[in-house]
């Protein structure tokens, strides 16, 4: 399955780090949190090509919305 609108992703891979969520899909734009591996959000738009990655829209389930990069997020399906 590949990420798309409308579907749940978990966020993988970034150990302690964590999945930086940003005001804008690219990385001049602020950090609003750090999102933990485990954490599901929403895809609400995207994909967006920036500084070499791919960005997608989110929301997490405190409702935040910001962008993130799909080299850590895993579709989990409808």
Do not use: H
């Not at 959000?41 to 960005?55: D, F, I, K, Q, S």
């Amino acid at each position: 399955m590949e990420i798309e609108l409308g579907i749940k992703v978990e966020v993988v891979g970034t150990g302690i780090d964590g999945l930086r969520f940003r005001s804008g899909p690219g990385l001049r734009y602020v950090t609003l949190k750090i999102i933990p591996d485990g954490e599901i959000l929403t895809v609400l738009e995207g994909p967006e090509e920036a500084n070499g990655y791919r960005w997608w829209r989110l929301q997490d389930k405190t409702g935040t919305i910001g962008w993130g990069v799909d080299n850590w997020l895993q579709p989990r399906g409808q």
